[in-house]
């Protein structure tokens, strides 16, 4: 079993049965392959008796898109691997425990986290996520200072630059955030009804050129290891706890790519919630805490971003530089906002798509979310250059909401 | 002779021996070592029958700047060559040929270039170079748009930024160009008499932010794969012929630190021109040779990189942006005027100097080329990011000149 191949049932279970006692040595393991066949295996396996199981995930060395194949390389299998487990020493408890992983077999054994959905599911379902805002700040406040020259040793920042080179997750970025959705590529699926918005995307040269800064500034800004995929299907939550996901992404990057793709998954909801809860004052609601959501999750990390920069900053000059980390955080908002509006804007004219909006049935409520989302993101990558606080953000959505 | 370990005079002719076809085979050859000993051995190997010749350069485990010496990596011999070879497809004839490079010995073997002399001690004699902007332009636009994002495959250009990770030799930067000059540290090392200045320095709150932008573009701008080092003692040059060497500082920051060096050591020849040319017509005009050698280094390094990006771009979006190409080369001016700026300073107050003015040997002359050094120096920090033009590098000059 040492060489590199998928995964059977029966093989997942002997390695189970091989991670010395995590399950009793007499267990009578069961095991389930749940995940979507897309880009890994993914084997839950239980011992009933005991109440113990553990998530198995193994890297596919195929990308499934939207019916679409491409080779893709196990080496993000030791990039997830190795980036969940530091962001479990940054963060712990907002990620899943690593047990094992296994470089050949481009496997991870990890903590099972059945007892949460995926926060995209439960925002469908008009859950409630109180505590999303406090935790997902701290994840994102600790893994981004800590991996920045601002949190760790410079010398030691650039090794694990090298460690975390990661091109071909982040072509699939480049391509399917930055450039697809703004030319007539064949990689775009919309709905024909949108076709009117989708070309104005085209043609819009000024939007065009903020793309295009948010699109240089993702190629070269190596600020800090970013996760890389932060939207709400990378999240598992409950009420009460956050554990994020599929680091696969993970690579040396601008902090505001992350910020802006919970921003804008956040945004995506309240764009399709005009479908989803019916009821006219808990929509209006729901929708609210969505924002305030939004303004908690940035005030949140800045706080604790810079609260940790006062506690653990490690250098001088910029510590030393009077007004220093105001414009810094000041640009990091910038930057989060104009990455939120470019992760809406794909979402609705580029290849992958968000349930959110997708699944609703009406074609004309969906088209309402599609055109509200669109206009939303488009707003705010326009306006990121000149936002100077999070309120633009509720500035914008209630302005595409009126018009 | 496998292990590492400094090469002896007749191990260096016993390989240049060994080098097939290169010498004639009954070759008498004579071999002078005639490094610094502070960072490297460098054999001068010859043979007059022939009249050939060549370099041998061998990295040392250590540095020694101003009496002080740390451990080094070899590996900086592994950045060097590759580098090297790399400037060559890039930028032919504008670097020595390299002929050879041995990992083991770190010893890169290459062109003998004894026919030029180090530009620093030219331009300090009063040697005019009237090939050099356009050589040097040249340089630096082929060099840095073929290794950006702009230039080459985007996923390739990840794994070179992997390829030239250069913590040690980007720390010392970071600590003698970014740090020491804006404090009271132990490295640096200046005139008693412009100790004022130098205590200005680390107390101007305004100055340490815009040196902390700056730094902060050094340490995550992976924009282009620069020479890292670029002042006039790493160009050898004829009034003909420019050649740039030892680049064993490259990795991949921002365009404008390359641009900046450039600029900063001409101005630091012109500030020490006070002294060299005792005629008042002759210093004038040397100096507004600069002056206009500067412009144009500037106004060559952009034409050809426009000239290359309408030719050779390879992205998409950004290149169908309107008014990005502009934006972009707006801001490399500014990073050059800014690092040009910084890279002046810490010539008078930090740890290593420059010829042009350390060696002026009388007092108050070399005390009015340190202070218009400063002078100018803070001056192109201060202003980096408002400028518009290179013409702003002439009017901090002529003002700092009458002041």
């Not at 011992?47 to 939207?66: E, F, H, R, T």
């Not at 699926?189 to 009117?196: H, K, L, N, T, V």
């Not at 793709?261 to 808990?282: C, K, P, R, S, T």
């Not at 959110?356 to 707003?379: F, K």
Request: aromatic share 10%; charged share 20%.
């Amino acid at each position: 079993m040492s060489a590199y191949h998928p995964l059977t049932i029966e093989e997942a279970i002997a390695i189970a049965q091989g991670m010395d006692g995590f399950f009793p040595v007499d267990a009578n393991l069961s095991c389930r392959e749940i995940g979507d066949g897309n880009l890994n295996l993914v084997f839950h396996i239980s011992d009933n008796a005991s109440g113990k199981s553990l998530i198995m995930k193994q890297a596919l060395p195929y990308a499934k898109v939207v019916g679409e194949s491409w080779p893709l390389t196990l080496d993000r299998a030791r990039i997830e691997s190795e980036k969940l487990i530091l962001e479990g020493e940054l963060a712990p408890g907002l990620v899943p425990v690593v047990y094992r992983y296994d470089p050949v077999l481009a496997l991870t054994v990890m903590e099972d986290l059945s007892s949460h959905i995926i926060m995209r599911q439960g925002l469908i379902a008009g859950t409630r996520y109180p505590l999303f805002a406090d935790h997902i700040s701290t994840f994102m406040a600790n893994t981004l200072f800590f991996t920045s020259d601002f949190g760790m040793n410079q010398q030691q920042k650039k090794l694990r630059v090298g460690q975390f080179i990661n091109p071909e997750l982040c072509k699939i970025t480049e391509d399917l955030i930055f450039d697809d959705p703004y030319t007539d590529s064949p990689n775009n699926s919309f709905d024909p009804a949108i076709r009117d918005a989708a070309e104005a995307l085209w043609n819009d040269g000024a939007l065009h050129f903020e793309v295009a800064i948010l699109r240089e500034k993702f190629l070269t800004n190596a600020q800090a290891l970013l996760h890389g995929d932060l939207h709400t299907g990378s999240i598992f939550a409950t009420p009460e706890s956050t554990k994020v996901i599929d680091p696969e992404f993970a690579f040396y990057g601008p902090m505001g790519f992350d910020i802006g793709a919970v921003i804008a998954n956040l945004l995506l909801n309240y764009a399709g919630q005009g479908h989803w809860i019916q009821d006219g004052n808990e929509r209006a609601e729901f929708r609210n805490e969505l924002l305030s959501t939004i303004i908690d999750v940035w005030n949140g990390f800045e706080s604790k971003f810079r609260a940790l920069w006062e506690q653990h900053g490690t250098d001088r000059l910029t510590k030393a530089a009077p007004g220093y980390l105001d414009y810094y955080l000041g640009r990091v908002l910038q930057d989060s906002i104009g990455y939120a509006g470019a992760k809406m804007v794909r979402r609705i004219v580029g290849l992958a798509h968000v349930a959110d909006i997708d699944r609703i049935p009406d074609d004309a409520s969906r088209e309402r979310a599609q055109r509200l989302a669109l206009a939303i993101g488009t707003e705010l990558i326009r306006r990121n250059r000149q936002a100077s606080s999070i309120g633009v953000v509720n500035d914008i959505v209630i302005t595409a909401n009126n018009s």
